[in-house]
């Protein structure tokens, strides 16, 4: 019979001296002010796009092996999501994107998408909780060099 309690007690995550770690809570996520310290922190020079309360959107140079790749960050609305995005100009309503679709698959979780302005864009999106400096440099790294190595898909 103490056995059983045990294992009910260990199936309800209750027992002596077991504790669980704690959820992490939503001050874990960064705002738009603690985006723009962490990326600036980071030693990126950064070019305010929108400075709209809400809306807050920031700019950094970057450049690959044969491209210069500004990299748009920004929050989701919710704020439960940073978004890392780069503009490709226009859409040519001419083009087919068969080969960007096919691409979005090769450089996934960074995906192609097409703005209700008709822009072209490369974006990835990073879960807003506990991120850090180095999972900043991971996705822009990322995001440049998949922009790099499919510019013969995109660019006209």
Same mark, same amino acid.
């Given at each position: 019979m103490?056995?059983f309690?045990?294992v009910?007690?260990v199936?309800?995550?209750?027992?002596?001296?077991?504790?669980?770690?704690?959820?992490?809570?939503d001050?874990?996520?960064?705002?738009?002010?603690?985006?723009?310290?962490?990326?600036s922190?980071?030693g990126?020079?950064?070019?305010?796009?929108?400075?709209? =309360?809400?809306?807050e959107?920031?700019?950094?140079?970057?450049?690959?092996?044969?491209?210069?790749i500004?990299?748009?960050?920004?929050?989701?609305?919710?704020?439960?999501y940073?978004?890392?995005?780069?503009?490709l100009?226009m859409n040519?309503s001419?083009?087919k994107?068969? =080969?960007?679709?096919? =691409?979005?698959f090769n450089?996934?979780?960074?995906?192609?998408?097409?703005?209700?302005?008709?822009?072209?864009?490369?974006?990835?999106a990073?879960?807003n909780?506990?991120?850090?400096?180095?999972?900043f440099?991971?996705?822009?790294?990322k995001?440049?060099?998949?922009v790099?190595?499919?510019?013969?898909?995109?660019?006209d």
């Open positions: 103490r056995i309690q045990y009910v007690a199936a309800a995550g209750v027992s002596v001296g077991m504790t669980l770690a704690p959820a992490k809570q001050g874990d996520k960064l705002t738009a002010a603690t985006l723009k310290n962490m990326l922190g980071m990126y020079e950064l070019k305010t796009l929108n400075a709209e =309360e809400g809306k959107k920031y700019e950094i140079p970057l450049k690959s092996a044969n491209l210069n500004p990299v748009a960050a920004e929050l989701s609305p919710s704020g439960n940073i978004w890392f995005t780069v503009n100009g040519s001419t083009k994107h068969e =080969e960007l679709l096919k =691409e979005n450089i996934q979780p960074t995906f192609f998408y097409i703005t209700a302005k008709g822009n072209l864009m490369a974006a990835e990073v879960d909780r506990a991120v850090s400096a180095s999972v440099k991971r996705v822009l790294d995001i440049v060099l998949d790099d190595k499919t510019s013969k898909v995109w660019q």
